[in-house]
């Protein structure tokens, strides 16, 4: 058995270049950045920081889930977002998703990102027994 184990999510958007939705090792999984694409149609969807924002971590919640874990063990993530003057909506959504014992977080504000979006999260996450 490999000590590297490269895992597709069937309900987060297809990988748009050449990455992977995520990788294992051990007991944790990272995650690689998810921009607003709907699922379905590979459309950035979102009107604004939040909606895109909703979005991403909607994404890796799939990619989590398929990889036999939950968003909710959550070690670190980190936004990137085009417009910090937003920070604060994307905020209001992220606090959401992490009600009680939130990740490390860490904020990047960025000059542009993948087709336009507005925000991309990526997320490390802790697998197996908890």
Known sequence: M??????TA??????????SHAVRHGGVLYCSGQIALDP???KLVGENA?????????NLEAVCGASGT?????????IYTTAMEDFAQINEVYAGF??????AR??????????????MIDAIVAVGAS
């Not at 490999?2 to 895992?7: G, H």
């Not at 069937?10 to 990455?19: L, N, S």
């Not at 992490?98 to 990740?103: C, I, K, L, M, R």
């Open 2 to 7: 490999s000590d590297r184990e490269v895992l």
């Open 40 to 42: 379905e149609s590979g």
């Open 98 to 103: 992490f009600v009680d014992a939130p990740p």
């Open 106 to 119: 860490a904020a990047v504000g960025v000059t542009s990102l993948p087709r336009g979006a507005a925000v």
């Open 70 to 78: 939950g968003l909710n063990r959550a070690l670190r993530l980190t």
């Open 10 to 19: 069937d309900g987060a958007p297809a990988a748009a270049a050449a990455y």
């Open 50 to 58: 939040a909606e895109q924002a909703e979005r991403c971590l909607r």
